[in-house]
């Protein structure tokens, strides 16, 4: 018989999980950003500015972004001015993630175009620390839930 397997304190498990929940974290930050590419997909344009909306005009209208708008899917004029098709919680949760970069910005009063070129990057990146919280997360709480390693 050979020796017994020497256990693990509980603590040092659990900083080794969760150091390599971050590097996971991390790994999927850089994987998702490391294109370099924006989301090209036109139906979240109101969405990605719907935050901004919220931060600079504390409405949920778009009509700011009226004119660079003009022809974009998933928009529609209401009595409330232009707004997005779209549900409004994902665009409202994610007004605290771009707050600092927003009030840093708003000082040298960019344009529209300026704010669109903003939102489109903000949007990547928003996503991005979503995936990677997610990616961090997963495996912590499969372990939580009993499954083990080995």
């Known amino acids: 018989m050979g020796k017994p397997r020497r ?14 929940a971050w590097a996971l974290g991390l790994l999927a930050f850089a994987v998702y950003c490391g294109n370099g ?20 005009d504390r409405s949920l209208s778009l009509d700011r972004f009226g ?7 998933g928009l529609y004029p209401s009595r409330f001015g232009l707004v997005s098709s779209y549900p409004i919680a994902t665009g409202v949760l994610l007004a605290p993630f771009y707050a600092l970069p927003v009030a840093e910005r708003a000082g040298s009063h960019p344009t529209a175009d300026e704010w669109l070129n ?9 996503a991005a620390a979503i995936t990677a919280c997610a ?16």
Request: hydrophobic share 45%; charged share 20%; proline share 5%.
């Open 118 to 126: 903003f939102a489109a990057t903000a949007e990547k990146v928003a």
């Open 135 to 150: 990616a961090a997360l997963f495996p912590l709480l499969v372990r939580r839930l009993g499954a083990s390693a080995g």
């Open 67 to 73: 004119e660079q708008l003009a022809g974009a899917t």
């Open 37 to 56: 590419r924006r989301i090209a997909t036109n139906d979240s344009l109101g969405t990605s500015l719907l935050p901004l909306a919220v931060l600079l």
């Open 7 to 20: 256990r693990q304190p509980r603590s040092q498990g659990r900083r080794s999980s969760a150091g390599a």
